[in-house]
């Protein structure tokens, strides 16, 4: 049997020294101390000194969890990832959690309604995205189906109708064909599915500019002439059509233009 011989209260408010049989032996928190109503004098085993440190350090790796949480809201996964590289164990992180939860300190559903609704405010990302978001911060599949409702569809389109506009002005150098489908590509991207992008292209009910469509394509189609110059005629025709057909030109236009280049 040992004996504690002091406790000195350290420098940092809440944190005191144990010393038994006059050696310095391990520091504890206030709560620890309390809990286990250490006392000079008090007689004390190697099993009790053992429970004392090992309840020390799960103290230490709550204290770092709430440290954490201070900033935001965390998962469990991501405490979990926080304790494990401040080289906590799982014997120390488990009851860590556990009062986390009892305290709703923690609670992945909430804490993904709550990053789905700042998403759909702030961002211009889709449900896909902010799934994938939640999957790598450990959420469960059903809590996140549960978190996307947050995100309805009216939503979905309001975002949509804002993005579309600034995409197609993007893309307006693209021949009108192109200039959709990279609008298109780049919302789905985003994380929206192809269904309501379509809906809300529909709603936009872009039309071509006959005019900007042709200057565009006189504008690439003289590129990719003069790029093919070297070619035999049949050649430097099958190339430039080719090239101008990828760009989404129409092909009557396309044929168009080549035969004004002969001409």
């Known amino acids: 049997m040992e004996k504690i011989t002091a406790i000195q209260a350290q420098k940092r408010k809440g944190r005191y020294n144990i010393f038994i049989d006059g050696q310095y032996r391990f520091p504890v928190s206030e709560e620890v ?58 014997f120390e992180i488990e009851p860590t959690l556990k009062k986390l939860r009892e305290q709703n300190l923690i609670n992945d559903l909430e804490y993904a309604k709550s990053y789905t609704r700042t998403i759909a405010r702030t961002s211009d990302k889709g449900p896909r995205v902010i799934r994938q978001n939640l999957r790598k911060k450990g959420v469960l599949e059903n809590e996140i189906d549960e978190a996307l409702t947050e995100y309805s569809t ?20 693209e021949a009108f064909k192109n200039q959709i489908q990279k609008a298109k590509k780049a919302l789905l991207t985003k994380g929206f599915n192809s269904g309501l992008i379509n809906e809300a292209f529909t709603m936009q009910n872009f039309e071509k500019d006959e005019k900007q469509e042709q200057a565009q394509l006189q504008k690439i189609g ?41 001409i």
Do not use: C
């Not at 009216?154 to 150098?173: D, G």
């Open 154 to 173: 009216q939503m979905q389109l309001e975002t949509l109708a804002h993005l579309i506009p600034k995409l197609m002005h993007k893309y307006q150098r």
């Open 33 to 90: 101390l309390i809990k286990y109503q250490l006392h000079k004098g008090q007689e004390i085993t190697k099993q009790e000194i053992k429970a004392i440190t090992n309840a020390e350090q799960i103290a230490k790796a709550y204290n770092k969890a709430l440290d954490f949480l201070s900033y935001q809201l965390r998962t469990e996964k991501e405490i979990i990832d926080y304790l494990v590289k401040h080289d906590f164990t799982e």
């Open 222 to 262: 003289a590129k990719y002439w003069k790029k093919y110059a070297k070619l035999p005629n049949a050649q430097r025709n099958q190339k430039v059509k080719m090239a101008l057909y990828r760009k989404g030109f129409n092909l009557d236009d396309i044929n168009r233009f080549i035969d004004e280049q002969i």
